[in-house]
């Protein structure tokens, strides 16, 4: 078969939608310019398909936005997850203009990998669909406002979404195209240790030092790394004291880990609350989690992979799966027990660095790809 003429022919048409996206910064803290990129994505949708649209508030983020296709099908819907804010600052712009290489072969400017080209990507996949008359089951698009800062407001939503689906499919960017059908569970901790302070000439005894209690505990998390069940624990900041002269009397520490068994997730919670310090008079407070579960590849997950590796190979491409140490929304729906198929989205590399780059000659393969996804579960 060859690749959906639709797409191919509508190449240049996507770049142009690219850029239009990618030259409206979206960075996770800014409502202002998280709002005004989905006030673009609202009329883009009501434009151009026909669908219902959704703006969903948000107080504390940037907006949501949840469109339905296909409404009056009685058939379990599919859910298309995407997120449209980025990790890089308001300004990113003028460093890392919107741009395509001479040969038309790479393009670049912020978040255009992770994940703006994947939004697009997907626009255009259900314009195909609806083109070629192939949509069977109703289709739910979200856009969220804050998948890279752990999708605090947008969770409830997309687990509500994800309960009703026969399957979700995950626009995050991919290196070689390849598919994530497992990923890691991300957990974070925060610790503030309180000790007592004190002039470190003149009164070193009244001072407890919360630094020394801090470099105990260090030693005492980075132990609880765990090759055997591919868990990690990255004490990844701290900071405390005052002055040279001061014995601190506070330090913080931000840890983050990643589990693949549940289990694992409790057994750091549980340990890292074991840490006794050895001066009776510092306090510790620790608070944190588990944030997304790990999410696991089950039987039906595999029934997908395999539906999509066929897929791709009608368009010339060999589809392989891999798993992630890197959590994303799909954690929350896996966890749900409905399967997830994750990496759908751009081809490229660099994600949330100022390498970040993407194919765009695959961009039409991929809505291919995702098209005939929605045609065929
Ligand atoms: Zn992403």
Redesign the pocket.
Known sequence: MKPSDYLFDHHKNMIEDLETLVTMETPSGSKILLDRCVKYLEDYFRDNLTCTVNVIDNMNAGNNLLIRFNEESTMKPILILS?YDTVFPEGTLKKIPFSVSEDGEMARGPGIF??KAGIIQGVWALKALEKHGKMKRPVIFLVTSD??IGSGSSRELIEGMAKEAEAVLVL??SLNGNLKTERKGVGEIDITITGKASHAGLDPSKGASAINEAARMIQFLQALNNPDAETTVNVGTIRGGTARNVIPGEAFMQVDFRIVEEDEGRRIMKEARLFRPKDSRVRLEISGGVNRPPMRKTDATGRLFELAKRIGREFGRELRETSAGGG?DGNFCAALGVPVLDGLGAVGDG?HSEQEVLDVNEMPVRAAILERLLEEI
């Open positions: 997120h992770d994940m998948e890279e995050e960017p994303s994600a």
